[in-house]
């Protein structure tokens, strides 16, 4: 008997079960084994942001204010293909939208040296004139397409622009600043210029494609560095530009037709309000579960 308690005592006891972060079993244990310790650092919802109704909605105004500036660059291009706007006129008011956004540039940019000035206008100088020696190709370039696929792929090709672009303003450059433009950014530019070549094709001189490829690429290239700019220097400001936009674009574009005015008004009160309104909602049913078994976040300390 004495013995038989002898060797019972001398049996290995189990060891002590343990959170092992990558690893395989235990031995005396299952693989999927947990003890009662294993909830006691389970944290719920540690990194969900609680949003603000009104917050929310002024954020998606930088979405209704570049829809509306897409909206009056329709319009510009259906003035001048309808020869309601023609070429004087239309260069005309590239050099007031070229003038006006270096003039908004220098008063809301807080580092914009003379030498960067003159960097900005040698650049757009070289882009003009290469705009111009390539306008005689842009008149003669989809000659052989039908108009129907190329209001087709033209709208095609804005909705892409629209669903692609960055409207949080993370790769604009403003003035001593370098980013890098992401695929989708690049994506959605390039359809835009596409988009701007297949409409300057359409038109009855070589001038009128030199005026819109100019009007078009001011907007789609310096339009988010000018509203930027804007942003950052007064939200206000932002508002007031944001609103008046919106006024103007849902003028003009009721001038087209009262389909399109019902469709760009709906798109933005969804945008503006019932967006918000979802997204506020849906944060009730928002569940993350955070705890010590989750993946390891590796944090590097460089020192120089």
Not at 177 to 203: D, E, K, M, Q
Request: charged share 10%.
């Amino acid at each position: 008997m004495e013995g038989i308690i002898k060797e019972e005592n001398s049996l290995p006891s189990q060891p002590k079960w343990r959170k092992v972060a990558y690893g395989g079993m235990q031995p005396g244990y299952s693989d999927n084994y947990t003890d009662e310790s294993f909830l006691e650092g389970m944290v719920m919802n540690a990194n969900v942001v609680k949003r603000d109704m009104l917050k929310v909605m002024q954020d998606s105004i930088s979405i209704s204010q570049y829809i509306c500036i897409v909206a009056l660059v329709v319009c510009v291009w259906s003035y001048t293909l309808g020869s309601t706007v023609s070429e004087t006129t239309l260069l005309l008011l590239d050099s007031c939208l070229l003038g006006l956004g270096f003039v908004v540039l220098i008063l809301t940019a807080k580092r914009l040296s003379l030498h960067l000035l003159l960097h900005y206008l040698l650049n757009i100088a070289f882009f003009i004139s290469g705009l111009y020696i390539l306008a005689p190709i842009y008149y003669t370039l989809t000659r052989s397409i039908s108009s129907d696929s190329i209001w087709a792929l033209t709208v095609l090709l804005l909705l892409v622009h629209l669903f692609l672009h960055d409207y949080s303003g993370s790769i604009i450059r403003p003035p001593g600043a370098l980013t890098n433009p992401t695929l989708t950014s690049n994506i959605s530019l390039n359809a835009s210029i596409v988009a701007s070549v297949l409409i300057a094709s359409r038109l009855p001189s070589r001038l009128h494609v030199f005026a819109v490829m100019l009007f078009s690429l001011q907007i789609f290239l310096f339009a988010p560095l000018v509203t930027y700019c804007v942003k950052k220097y007064s939200f206000g400001l932002h508002l007031w530009f944001s609103s008046g936009l919106m006024v103007v674009a849902l003028g003009l574009v009721s001038t087209l037709h009262t389909l399109l005015f019902g469709l760009l008004l709906g798109l933005l009160v969804f945008v503006t309000f019932v967006c918000p309104y979802w997204l506020i909602r849906i944060q009730e049913y928002k569940f993350e579960i955070n705890g010590p078994w989750d993946e390891a976040k590796l944090c590097f300390d460089v020192t120089e």
